[in-house]
């Protein structure tokens, strides 16, 4: 898959128009769940944990050591727009603004420049953090700085590939409304890292919060208490009547279906889906697809191994 402007995951055969599978999970999004779910099965076996604790560790302390290099490195890279754009300004000048391709180049250099600034932002409160090297510290913030090292570093995205052997994003809809989700299925596979390891655990995480009337269909069918009085039953599960109203038409909705989870997997193209749009390609004269237009921003080769951790296939 390919990672958009916005941060969405586009597939690969989409170019071409041959996929019919156009969810557009969103991949920061995507990436925590993921990483969450791994962290949460690691804590069930006390010698992963170990090992993930002592990669986050390793991890940390090669980042810290690199924070100086990376601000001396954005600042060269700040100069250099700096300069690029004093010469384009001068150009547009003596144009009298009758060449809007420079004007086009002088805004991509702006925001290339105000990326740069942003990260060397970020970069300098990083340095001004307190080095986070003790067992107890990492594993309180553990959560948080994996999500935060497995977007800044290539290394740490190898070592939890290692893990996940094979990775699907699939297309779910709900029951009451043309919306498409997207659901990723992974197996981790514990043995890549100890011999005699645990079985592999497989995982299916929906991508995106849950409505909350979906929600309240889950609390209602694991509770049982499908009869009884609006205002009893409201009151049992701590929420409103219109809110149990919803939810036991939802739950009806799965009742008719003949289904225990609340999406319907989609096997083929939908006869009905809202945002369900086809990828449009830029083409060239020769109407080849083309891949989306390359960011000439400091984060664009980053982004490009970012979408990476999720092996999506």
């Not at 019919?20 to 690691?42: C, F, G, S, T």
């Not at 929420?239 to 083929?268: C, D, N």
Request: proline share 6%; with cysteine; aromatic share 4%.
């Amino acid at each position: 898959m390919y990672p958009t402007e916005s941060d969405r995951l586009v597939c690969s055969r989409a170019l071409a128009g041959d996929c019919w599978n156009r969810v557009r999970p969103h991949e920061p999004l995507l990436r925590q769940r993921v990483l969450d779910a791994i962290l949460a099965e690691a804590r069930k076996h006390p010698p992963f944990e170990g090992l993930l604790l002592a990669a986050t560790k390793a991890e940390l302390m090669r980042l810290q050591s690199q924070t100086g290099q990376r601000t001396a490195l954005l600042e060269k890279q700040l100069q250099a727009a700096n300069s690029q754009i004093a010469a384009v300004t001068n150009a547009v000048a003596e144009s009298n603004g009758q060449l809007p391709s420079l004007l086009e180049k002088l805004k991509a250099l702006e925001d290339q420049r105000a990326r740069v600034l942003q990260e060397i932002a970020a970069n300098e409160a990083r340095a001004g953090e307190p080095p986070v090297l003790s067992d107890e510290a990492i594993r309180a913030r553990m959560p948080e700085l994996l999500r935060r090292i497995a977007a800044e570093s290539f290394d740490f995205a190898d070592w939890i590939r290692k893990l996940i052997s094979e990775l699907k994003i699939l297309p779910v809809q709900a029951l009451d409304t043309p919306l498409v989700r997207a659901r990723v299925q992974f197996v981790v596979r514990w043995a890549a890292l100890v011999k005699d390891a645990v079985d592999d655990t497989c995982h299916a995480l929906d991508v995106g919060e849950v409505p909350q009337h979906i929600q309240d269909a889950l609390v209602l069918q694991r509770s049982g208490q499908l009869d009884g009085s609006l205002a009893e039953m409201a009151r049992t599960l701590g929420i409103t009547k219109m809110r149990l109203k919803r939810a036991k038409s939802y739950l009806r909705l799965m009742q008719e279906a003949g289904v225990t989870e609340p999406y319907r997997l989609l096997t083929e193209p939908p006869e009905s889906a809202s945002r369900w749009r086809r990828f449009k390609a830029k083409r060239s004269a020769d109407s080849s697809p083309e891949l989306p237009a390359e960011r000439s921003d400091p984060e664009a080769a980053v982004d490009k191994r970012r979408v990476e951790i999720a092996a999506v296939g």
